[in-house]
């Protein structure tokens, strides 16, 4: 008809849909992101593990660094090193009065040892008397020291050597077991050395016989000062 628009069927549905779709919101997706600071503190969990650790682990990686403070090929050193280092066996140990006395008590000290019959001849005699000097000589230092007497028979002992060693830890132990462990120089008996004992329990020096307190005082002090930031007094 005259005056009248035409149109293409279905034109009006096709422009309606289109109009529709661009009303429609726009939709995204969004893939997960790493969250901030994640591997840090994963970093650092690991870096806590470690420290842990290693405190664990500090005093074995100490015990190892003082058997070799004193190095035979850089220093001057007058006691003999143990190589390997001997650990401290379960010695059947015995007090004066028959009581049993636990091998690990004695740990966590620093030990001056001393070997000897309850007859105690001269070169023993010497050996407590260097023992208990040693110690007193080593100043604010002495409470990390404890002197041991292993007595390797069942004789009793004289009242007036126990009066003058009094501070001593008196203990009777097997001859054969005592030099299972310990071990002297070519030459010499057990009895004629004293035996360094560090906290851990390992048997790390052997002193000569005959020994010149000096000497032996200044091997003691360098092994005191390279341990003084892990090793406390007392047990």
């Not at 390997?84 to 740990?107: F, K, M, W």
């Not at 040892?113 to 260097?130: F, I, K, M």
């Not at 208990?132 to 000589?137: N, V």
Request: overall charge neutral.
């Amino acid at each position: 008809m005259s005056g009248s628009k035409s149109s293409v069927p279905g034109a009006d549905a096709a422009e309606a849909t289109v109009a529709a779709r661009e009303l429609e919101p726009l939709s995204f997706t969004v893939h997960s992101m790493p969250r901030p600071g994640l591997d840090e503190r994963k970093r650092l969990g690991r870096l806590k593990m470690l420290l842990v650790l290693l405190v664990c682990a500090a005093p074995v990686i100490a015990s190892y660094f003082t058997y070799y403070v004193i190095r035979p090929e850089g220093r001057t050193n007058y006691g003999h090193l143990i190589d390997p280092q001997r650990p401290l066996p379960a010695l059947n140990l015995r007090d004066l009065h028959g009581q049993p006395v636990a091998a690990d008590s004695l740990r966590h000290q620093w030990l001056i040892v001393v070997v000897g019959s309850s007859a105690c001849n001269a070169v023993c005699e010497r050996n407590l008397y260097l023992q208990r000097q040693l110690r007193e000589m080593t100043g604010k230092d002495r409470d990390r020291i404890d002197k041991v007497w292993l007595v390797t028979d069942e004789a009793p002992i004289a009242p007036a050597l126990l009066q003058a060693i009094a501070g001593a830890q008196v203990l009777r132990a097997s001859r054969e077991e005592v030099a299972a462990w310990l071990e002297p120089e070519a030459g010499h008996a057990l009895e004629d050395h004293l035996y360094l004992v560090d906290p851990l329990g390992h048997w790390m020096m052997r002193f000569p016989a005959q020994a010149d307190p000096a000497r032996v005082k200044r091997d003691l002090t360098r092994l005191l000062n390279a341990s003084q930031h892990w090793d406390r007094a007392g047990r």
